[in-house]
Nanobody, 117 residues
Framework: QVQVVESGGGLVQPGGSLRLSCAVS????????MGWYRQAPGKGRKLVAL???????VYADTVKGRFTISNDNAKNTLYLQMNNLKREDTAVYYC???????????WGPGTQVTVSS
């Protein structure tokens, strides 16, 4: 069973940077994609960035040019480098894993990112 846990969230000033980490353990050979999502207070959960096993990446328009998704295969860890953070980036950030085998999807518990002066 795949397990997912996020870390690296915290409080940062507008214009600052944070790097989130998503550690994945368990059976990882069937993973086909990993991504970052976020949910602001009173809002739905939205895609931030997605990475596939084939090396493709997808970014939400609101974070293009500011956020970068990357992998460290040796550590089975997904990262989200967030630069030039804005107040609108404040949200709980979740790591998501998609698999070719059941249960097909796994979510981490989330990590809070707060952008405020």
């Amino acid at each position: 069973q795949v397990q997912v846990v996020e870390s690296g969230g915290g409080l940062v000033q507008p214009g600052g940077s944070l790097r989130l980490s998503c550690a994945v353990s368990g059976s990882t050979l069937s993973i086909i994609s990993m991504g970052w999502y976020r949910q602001a207070p009173g809002k739905g959960r939205k895609l931030v960035a997605l990475s596939t096993q084939g090396g493709g990446t997808v970014y939400a328009d609101t974070v293009k040019g500011r956020f970068t998704i990357s992998n460290d295969n040796a550590k089975n860890t997904l990262y989200l480098q967030m630069n030039n953070l804005k107040r609108e980036d404040t949200a709980v950030y979740y790591c998501n894993v998609q698999s070719s085998t059941a249960p097909y999807e796994k979510w981490g518990p989330g990590t809070q990112v707060t952008v405020s002066s």
